[in-house]
């Protein structure tokens, strides 16, 4: 039995979705979804118009502005990506026989065992996944193919924005080899130049090298995982996801505050989202954690 998963990413999904409620944003190319241009706060996603001026998640507001001056800011609101992500997972649900969601945005889809069904290639039935997501949500999405979830992740990276890229077995290793390191798991920034100062910039360049060599540059342990990684190698096994271990809530202010009256006012507002969410879902909290700074 063959392994084929499949992970399915939502392309730009919080800038799409703040679009789909907000018909006046629909033609607007340069969006940023986070917060008010003036805001503290970071970026949550940007539009492909936007992230072709490097604005990127997780990055400062302050940083994104400077960048896109010209950009759009917004700040959605979360029962809408709730709403939206719910119903893209029934639509992959209808198509595959398990469906493990990895966030808001992305799944997985586990197709193994489907070789009578689909002998040779997934791609029509990825393709035809990508259509039914837009057709029913107007949501765009990109999907990889792959016989375990590491390379499946990568070539839905590859294939955005929109597109369907397919690795089967026996293709892992030269698929790896026409990609940076930095396209790999795991390898952020900081490691990459790290990497890069050793002389590792292409994950060919590992491929290329004994492990005791590339133990010599980075360490055993680092080689060891670097080298399987590079490979194409990773783990092939869904598992259904149960309760989630924890949900939170967060905000970030335009101004410090600095009256106990501001924070407890903030306070209600927050434990009333979580409390929503928690009474939606069926769920109870064993703990409760408060994070200031």
């Known amino acids: 039995m063959s392994v084929r998963i499949l992970h399915v990413d939502l392309d730009a999904f919080f800038v799409e979705v703040c679009r789909r409620h907000d018909p006046a944003l629909r033609d607007v190319e340069r969006l940023i979804v986070g917060g008010k241009r003036t805001g503290r706060g970071v970026v949550q996603s940007a539009s492909y118009g936007a992230r072709a001026f490097g604005v990127r998640s997780g990055m400062p507001i302050a940083e994104a502005a400077r960048r896109c001056p010209d950009a759009t800011f917004v700040q959605g609101e979360f029962a809408w990506y709730r709403e939206a992500s719910r119903a893209v997972r029934k639509i992959l649900q209808s198509h595959a026989p398990l469906v493990v969601m990895a966030g808001l945005d992305e799944g997985y889809l586990d197709f193994s065992g489907t070789d009578l069904l689909h002998p040779a290639s997934l791609l029509a039935v ?9 057709a029913r949500t107007g949501l765009d999405c990109s999907i990889g193919i792959g016989p375990n979830r590491m390379l499946a992740k990568i070539a839905s990276d590859y294939a955005k924005p929109r597109g369907v890229c397919e690795v089967r077995s026996g293709w892992e290793r030269g698929f790896m080899a026409g990609l940076p390191l930095k396209a790999l798991p795991g390898i952020g920034p900081k490691t990459a130049a790290r990497l890069a100062a050793r002389g590792l910039e292409q994950v060919a360049e590992v491929q290329a090298m004994s492990i005791d060599a590339l133990a010599a ?3 055993r342990e680092e080689a060891l995982l670097l080298a399987r990684r590079a490979e194409g190698r990773g783990g092939a096994t869904l598992r259904p996801g149960g309760a989630p271990k924890s949900i ?46």
Do not use: Y
Request: charged share 25%; proline share 0%; hydrophobic share 45%.
């Open 126 to 134: 990825a393709t035809a996944i990508r259509n039914d997501v837009h």
């Open 217 to 219: 540059l980075i360490g």
């Open 248 to 293: 939170s809530r967060e905000t970030t202010f335009n101004r410090d505050l600095t009256t106990l009256a501001e924070l407890d006012r903030v306070l209600v507002q927050l434990s009333a989202r979580m409390a929503g969410q928690l009474r939606d879902e069926g769920l109870s909290a064993g703990a409760i954690v408060l994070k200031l700074r």
